[in-house]
């Protein structure tokens, strides 16, 4: 196995909101919305990137549930022109991943049925 030149440290939860509806309709159909922010740092190959995450509404659904995760990535012998790529891509994918089981164990802790968050394409637009 061969250690990638693209790495992470430290993905942490920066924030979460719940919000449970219990007059909502159960509804298999939720809003779904995601932000990704990436801050490049001036001294090394690195950024900070953190994705937000919301599925719901506060209104009409069962529940609402907003959470931003966040961690540094650092690169090395990767040409400047495929960075973004790997930072808008691969950095949010590996930062849903982190988000799945606590958006899943929150809604489970609600009493609601479990949410499990798709698989999501970053590589469209």
């Known amino acids: 196995m061969i250690l990638s030149d693209f790495r992470f440290e430290n993905p942490r939860l920066i924030s979460i909101e719940?919000?449970?509806?219990?007059?909502?309709?159960?509804?298999?159909?939720y809003s779904i919305s995601q932000n990704i922010s990436i801050k490049k740092t001036k001294d090394a190959n690195s950024a900070f990137v953190q994705l937000e995450y919301s599925c719901g509404d506060k209104a009409g659904q069962p529940f609402f549930i907003r959470?931003?995760?966040?961690?540094?990535?650092?690169?090395?012998?990767?040409?400047?022109?495929?960075?973004?790529?790997?930072?808008?891509?691969?950095a949010p994918s590996l930062l849903i991943s982190y988000l799945r089981p606590i958006v899943s164990s929150v809604t489970t802790y609600a009493g609601i049925t479990p949410f499990s968050i798709p698989f999501m394409n970053f590589s469209k637009k």
């Open 67 to 90: 959470a931003v995760m966040e961690a540094k990535f650092l690169w090395e012998n990767i040409a400047d022109d495929k960075i973004d790529d790997f930072l808008d891509i691969n």
């Open 18 to 29: 719940f919000n449970l509806n219990k007059d909502a309709l159960a509804d298999k159909t």
